[in-house]
């Protein structure tokens, strides 16, 4: 018995296994449907386990569909292959080592690719499980016509370069965009293996696609799912809006981006940890976890600025970044910027609502919970904003903005605002409540005349349909109002609004004093894109501003009049109403010039009896009635039509959770 193992055994040793190599390639080819060779020689080394196979010059047909014919063709190729699973029906290479290879692959949306080597190339089951794999050089033709992902790789190996010593560099076009990238690696890399307690391999890689720069370096267990990364990265671009085609994840829409942290992935978990960096002018601090084992992928973390800079906003609402913001980030080529969009039209015809459309696609794409936090934000201009936060949720199509918390003027903006992208048009609705907000903070110029308002509190309750804000809001219904209650601005104000002139002349010879403010109210029903003004007061122990008219937001016009109406006596008084109209983008002020018109020529009248006389035209005698200012904050906390209080009552109301699909 002993003797018949040990003959055995020399006979599998010395067998001469060239002799098959015609029925092999035959075998093969007539399994996969494609012509193999086997060109010059085959050599196999049995094992206990695992066989040796060793094959001198080797060509692999692709199927007839693909663009490149061969799927391998290379000077060498040795791999291990376990006979045990081949005779269950799998391909299992546990390493594979080849010499000058020319790989030719392919996939197409439909599934079929070029490596499934079963007749059916749309089978997963005949794709072999490769562990490590080893080349000395070659190239790598990938084609994704689907994911508009076209790709060529050369690599060469040279030991004196340490511990990495592979090389490779890659060209193509990634959505019709050129990509580039090269790189070093380890001498031995893990394909997909499947195995665990796998050694990770060194990799570094510095690639450009369209307007995206990325540097990474770490170390990573297996190529092809990038299992077991870890690397520090640095990633620089335009928009991280444009990420989404390549990472599948819908980041929002940016400006100009630098981002450093530690990249990991562990099964279907990615993670961000330690991000440091700027978007456009504002810097940005935290961790960020996208997990796609759930059905629908979630993306989750928690983001910090101490500084937000305004101008980074406006891509997040559909505007073009400001040039400031534009080329805030260094290596960046700067994307059109918001006065480069803004040429060749009149400011008078121009929108100033953003109107890009809500992307539907992204909406539905995943699931997020992300917390953001700005512990301060410059460059507000006319909008004194001093801080903020707001917790995003995304949740089956449906984005919330819930809590979200501005600082402004020494108050606060607080609310939520919803919208359904599961509905075509959205269903959008937004609930604002104003509270304690400084109004001279909000008006520069009061604010530098020292006059002391009394708190402006409000709310904003808008619900509607449409894709983009300017959309929504051109159709909207609901309640806006601002209201404040007791105290002081300077009267040279209130006279100049009132153009009384005699009161002018004794301030600028007797000093500016201050008037008390008794109230203000400013409040408007909204229905179907219209505002209509319900209530806009002002009344102080000076004069009585009372104001009507409509502001169109589906158009952007305005028509406000406002009737200053004196408690006090003057002459040189030239009182008429005060014209707010326009466009948002080009408003006009002015006066109505009937009143003006009859006063001038009752003056030119009198004044040609008697110069005197002209005065007693201008005389105001200050019929003005104070306000009844309870009535008046009264009216102003609630809408009066049915259409805006509809508006206003589901804009506050919280529809029920759905539940999570994923």
């Avoid at 060109?39 to 010059?57: C, H, W």
Wanted: hydrophobic fraction near 40%; charged fraction near 25%; charge should be neutral.
């Amino acid at each position: 018995m002993l003797g018949f193992l040990v003959a055995l055994v020399l006979l599998i040793a010395w067998f001469p296994w060239d002799l098959l190599r015609g029925p092999v390639n035959r075998y093969v080819s007539e399994r996969t449907g494609r012509r193999f060779e086997i060109t010059r020689k085959l050599d196999v080394k049995p094992g206990l386990r695992l066989a040796t196979v060793e094959l001198d010059g080797v060509e692999f047909a692709n199927p007839g569909w693909a663009r490149d014919p061969y799927l391998l063709r290379a000077e060498r190729a040795e791999f291990e292959i376990s006979f045990w699973r081949l005779f269950a029906g799998k391909v299992v290479l546990a390493r594979l080592k080849l010499s000058s290879p020319a790989i030719g692959l392919q996939i197409e949306e439909d599934g079929r690719r070029t490596w499934a080597l079963g007749k059916d190339s749309a089978d997963t089951g005949t794709v072999p499980a490769i562990g490590r794999v080893e080349v000395d050089g070659g190239s790598v033709d990938f084609l994704a016509s689907h994911q508009a992902l076209d790709l060529h790789a050369e690599f060469d190996y040279d030991n004196s370069r340490g511990e990495m010593p592979l090389q490779y560099t890659i060209k193509g076009l990634l959505h019709r965009q050129p990509l580039g990238a090269d790189g070093r690696a380890g001498d031995v890399l893990e394909l997909n293996s499947g195995r665990g307690g796998r050694s990770p391999f060194p990799i570094e890689i510095d690639l450009r696609a369209g307007t995206a720069h990325l540097k990474a370096r770490g170390t990573v267990a297996e190529l092809a799912s990038l299992d077991g990364l870890d690397a520090q990265v640095d990633m620089r671009g335009q928009n991280l809006g444009n990420l989404y085609p390549v990472l599948g994840v819908a980041l929002p829409q940016t400006p100009p981006y630098a981002i450093k942290g530690n990249l990991r992935k562990n099964g279907d978990l990615w993670e961000l940890r330690a991000l440091t960096g700027r978007l456009g002018l504002s810097d940005i601090a935290g961790d960020m976890q996208f997990d796609k084992a759930p059905k629908v992928p979630h993306l989750g973390g928690a983001l910090r600025s101490r500084v937000l800079d305004m101008d980074d906003l406006g891509p997040l609402i559909g505007l073009a970044p400001t040039s400031r913001s534009a080329h805030a980030v260094e290596g960046v080529a700067p994307p059109p910027t918001i006065s480069q969009t803004k040429q060749g039209r009149p400011d008078s015809n121009r929108k100033v609502l953003p109107d890009a459309p809500l992307d539907f696609e992204r909406l539905r794409a995943m699931n997020a919970d992300v917390k953001y936090v700005a512990d301060r934000i410059d460059n507000v201009r006319e909008l004194p904003l001093d801080k903020g936060s707001v917790q995003v949720t995304l949740n089956d199509g449906v984005l919330t903005l819930d809590p979200l918390d501005l600082g402004v003027a020494r108050g606060k903006v607080a609310g939520r605002i919803r919208i359904d992208a599961t509905q075509n048009p959205a269903d959008i609705r937004a609930a604002l409540d104003v509270r304690s907000m400084q109004l001279e903070r909000l008006i520069p110029k009061v604010e530098k005349s020292r006059s002391s308002f009394g708190k402006l509190d409000g709310r904003i309750n808008l619900s509607g349909r449409g894709n983009s804000v300017a959309g929504w809001l051109g159709g909207a219904s609901g309640d806006v109002a601002a209201m404040t209650g007791h105290g002081q601005m300077s009267n040279l104000l209130i006279e100049i609004f009132g153009l009384d002139g005699g009161e002018i002349i004794k301030f600028l010879l007797e000093g500016d004093r201050e008037v008390s403010l008794r109230c203000a109210a400013l409040a408007f029903d909204v229905g179907k894109g219209v505002m209509h003004g319900r209530n806009l007061l002002l009344d102080t122990s000076d004069t009585l501003f009372d104001g009507s008219g409509d502001v169109s937001l589906a158009d952007e016009t305005m028509n406000i009049v406002v009737r200053p109406q004196p408690k006090d006596k003057s002459i040189l008084a030239a009182r008429t109403p005060l014209l707010l109209r326009g466009t948002f983008a080009s408003p006009k002020v002015g006066v109505e010039k009937g009143p003006l018109a009859a006063r001038g020529a009752a003056a030119l009248a009198l004044g040609a009896i008697n110069p005197l006389l002209a005065l007693a035209a201008t005389i105001e005698t200050g019929p003005g009635q104070d306000a009844d200012c309870t009535e008046v904050l009264a009216q102003a906390r609630k809408p009066a039509s049915g259409e805006a209080a509809a508006g206003a009552a589901k804009a506050r109301k919280q529809p029920a959770p759905t539940a999570n699909r994923s």
